[in-house]
């Protein structure tokens, strides 16, 4: 699993090479079918003979750009969206997390509430936003004040 | 949204308050339904004259203990599991997360990539398991190395 | 459950008696939340003073036009599209099924499949769509036969 | 598509036949994972030498019992039981429905829906249940008075 847009050269090529190793070794890839991290490691998988499995977001009657991408075998289409996320972390023998955001870390999260096993290569930083969207805080009166002011917000868009 | 299991009581005293604190605004409390943390905001809002949905995993065929609490007003039943946590995610217009596993991390990182602002109440620490579930590495040969691993373990049970 | 389209002034009509009546005796209205059959029946119970659920197939970044209609109190947001169809059929006591096509013969079906009762008022002609679409046959070459037309014809699109 | 019940030996046997030609043919076969007319057609698939997929209701943690049978290729895990029946429908390039129930019924109306071919073989007499399930009227008087005997009959269960 990892992102869809494409990543450090570094990463983009441990894609690849991950996907290669995974073929080599008989073990069947599956991946969300798209562009970026998610293509990089079908097409080592691929190239190296592979099966590459694809559960996509869309279904035929709603084309999403880039999805599946060129080295998918087997398409699923779900047409459920973020619901499949549910189906990648369930699936495999084991989960390995590349680069990734917050999709990515609801499959770990995911992974990790069915007993998949989790494996992070580079230990990806997930890019949890900022102040207007993530926000901690310890008393339930700052939750309340938090809660004003994004409502108050959410008016005005 | 938090945790089916019963916290500290620094945790359930203020998902108390949190729930009568959100029906005594006027707002409509959504939760997943259950027990422990979320039956406690459940409770603080129902006894305050809220309106209290709960979005169930299981449906009226397959019955799962302490789903719906018993302050839950509207149960939706959905029948698909960790599937739900996408309704839970999406729906509504602020998220406010305390204390919980890997279900409340997964609905924390739909939410942000869905654009659900989200509030975090005691910066819950999310009980990511240990060694043998979630192993962060650098390397896709040590990535290789830990698949070998885990199969290996996997063939033994 | 019926049709996103609006249908006969017969049917329209009854959706809104329907509606009305079934806010007067208290009972929660719970619907796909659109246009058309839908729209009417949440239009007599909201007019009528009741709550009306709305479990819409889109998420809110992804705005589907007509969803919610303007009578649906509480909305939720599933984004997964016709996967949504199974808490319609699942969630209610009773589900009564007006006018409406293949997403409303899911809902029928999904529902029997579940234990939800099911009334259908004007029997509802569903639509079935002609030769291309659905092939009733009687043996495996027939299957063959149809099959190799269908992906010809799919080959040539 | 079929029942994950024993059918009469005609079905069985020809959804063995269609596995077969499916698999000689060089197509994937997809299917529910299943007992019954889904293991039939499977068995024939798979000593055809075909890739045989199945999309499973269940997840590994929920183990159910016969799921997947044992001439699955390829298991995906969903975990959300009734709602996998979309990707079942959304899937594949034809779907060939056989003698099932209510669960086949909804992947017909979810595939016409979604614009994927149907064939019927055997025109299969779907188990629309009996009165107490699937009631059809004329008129808003007699929901009304069906949904008071229903609701009366479920409050004494």
Redesign the interface.
């Given at each position: 699993m990892g992102s869809h847009n494409d990543e450090s050269s570094v990463v983009m090529k441990?894609a690849r090479?991950?996907g290669e190793?995974i073929a080599r070794?008989g073990?069947?890839l599956l991946t969300g079918g798209g562009p970026g991290v998610m293509r990089a490691v079908c097409e080592g998988a691929y190239k190296a003979g592979g099966?590459v499995?694809g559960?996509l977001p869309n279904?035929?009657?709603h084309p999403l750009e880039k999805y599946p991408n060129e080295f998918v075998d087997?398409?699923?289409?779900?047409?459920?969206?973020?619901?499949r996320?549910?189906?990648n972390?369930?699936?495999p023998?084991?989960l390995?997390a590349l680069s990734g955001?917050?999709?990515t870390?609801?499959e770990?999260?995911?992974s990790?509430?069915?007993?998949?096993?989790?494996?992070?290569?580079?230990?990806p930083q997930?890019s949890?936003?900022g102040k207007?969207?993530?926000?901690?805080?310890?008393?339930?009166e700052?939750?309340?004040q938090?809660?004003d002011e994004?409502?108050a917000r959410?008016s005005k868009e």
């Amino acid at each position: 699993m990892g992102s869809h847009n494409d990543e450090s050269s570094v990463v983009m090529k441990d894609a690849r090479r991950l996907g290669e190793a995974i073929a080599r070794r008989g073990y069947v890839l599956l991946t969300g079918g798209g562009p970026g991290v998610m293509r990089a490691v079908c097409e080592g998988a691929y190239k190296a003979g592979g099966l590459v499995i694809g559960i996509l977001p869309n279904d035929k009657q709603h084309p999403l750009e880039k999805y599946p991408n060129e080295f998918v075998d087997i398409t699923i289409y779900t047409g459920m969206y973020d619901a499949r996320n549910v189906i990648n972390a369930k699936t495999p023998q084991i989960l390995v997390a590349l680069s990734g955001g917050a999709g990515t870390l609801s499959e770990i999260a995911l992974s990790l509430r069915s007993g998949t096993p989790v494996i992070c290569l580079h230990a990806p930083q997930f890019s949890i936003p900022g102040k207007h969207d993530f926000i901690a805080v310890n008393t339930v009166e700052e939750v309340l004040q938090e809660i004003d002011e994004i409502l108050a917000r959410q008016s005005k868009e």
